[in-house]
């Protein structure tokens, strides 16, 4: 079977940067799993995994705008920090991510930079901007259960999906 539209996807995979450094991976022992068509991935990783098969290997190089897109200076701001009253000052530190209610839903946010008074913070995705490699192999290809396709995402071997609908 071949990956399109309403399938599931079991992948073993390497992601790096453009540096070579290990940025996420997926082990056969622990693959990733998910349906096909249903935007769970980076657009320009699910058009290149597009009529693969079980055992294919391949790698792939995704710019920007086909994975998180451009840095946005747009979604940097500075804000007081009194917007983190709740939070142990020593979370408080660049690259620490939090869960923010804004216009467009929840997003999570990652603190730039801490100041005396202020908190610089980026709703940018970490890798927005980033060229993706991927070394990725398909591990299994298996059709969709009507329940998959109406969730739009995948289960694992026992029907769970690790939350409640």
């Known amino acids: 079977m071949q990956i399109?539209?309403?399938v599931v996807a079991s992948l073993r995979y390497k992601l790096t940067d453009s540096q070579g450094e290990i940025l996420d991976e997926a082990t056969q022992a622990e693959p990733f799993i998910y349906l096909h068509g249903a935007n769970n991935i980076i657009p320009g990783l699910e058009t290149a995994l597009v009529g693969k098969q079980a055992d294919d290997q391949l790698e792939v190089t995704i710019p920007p705008a086909d994975a998180y897109g451009e840095h946005?200076?747009?979604?940097q701001q500075n804000v007081s920090k009194e917007m983190f009253s709740g939070v142990d000052e020593a979370q408080l530190v660049p690259g620490a991510q939090f869960h923010?209610?804004?216009n467009a839903?929840?997003?999570v946010i990652t603190i730039a930079?801490?100041?005396e008074d202020t908190v610089t913070i980026d709703g940018n995705?970490?890798?927005?901007?980033?060229t993706l490699h991927f070394d990725v192999t398909v591990l299994a290809v298996r059709a969709a259960t009507a329940e998959e396709i109406s969730h739009g995402h995948a289960h694992d071997a026992?029907?769970?999906?690790?939350?409640?609908?």
Do not use: F, M
């Not at 946005?72 to 979604?75: G, I, K, V």
């Not at 026992?158 to 609908?165: A, I, M, S, Y």
């Open 113 to 115: 930079a801490v100041q």
């Open 100 to 102: 923010a209610q804004t």
């Open 125 to 130: 995705h970490p890798l927005a901007g980033e």
């Open 158 to 165: 026992h029907g769970d999906c690790g939350h409640e609908h």
């Open 72 to 75: 946005d200076a747009q979604l």
């Open 105 to 107: 839903g929840q997003e």
């Open 4 to 6: 399109a539209d309403n």
